[in-house]
């Protein structure tokens, strides 16, 4: 049995509105499924992504990782920034405290064999970025 310890912020919710109940349901709905939650996970640790980066990181195809991405982004879970011609995800910095744990938790205690590779290979895609910024597409 693994043992997690959890924090107040998590178990106490200062304010339950049927907003933030909404919220939270989108919130545990978009990482309900497990290549979301790879995503989520390697955002959370490595930072910011383009979809060409996850699609190698995860060996999966890009609309795959596209549709993923605008699900996570929906659910607040994700943010995305525009440059030149790429878009980079990354986890929503206005995300709340509640989502900020959650992450943590996701980030720290799974460590499955699967979840492992994806950050080794998502280490080694992002090391092929040139002054941090990807210039490389599905190719590499």
Known sequence: MTRIK??????????????????????????????????ARLLFIAGEATVCELVDALQVPQYSVSRHLSILRHAGIVSDRREGAWRYYSINPKADSFLDELLHLIGDHLQEELLVRDLALFKDRLALRVDGKCMLGNDA
């Open 6 to 39: 959890t924090h107040a912020t998590i178990c106490n919710m200062a304010h339950i509105t049927y907003q933030s109940l909404m919220d939270t349901e989108a919130m545990f709905r978009a990482l309900a499924d497990r290549t979301r939650l790879r995503v």
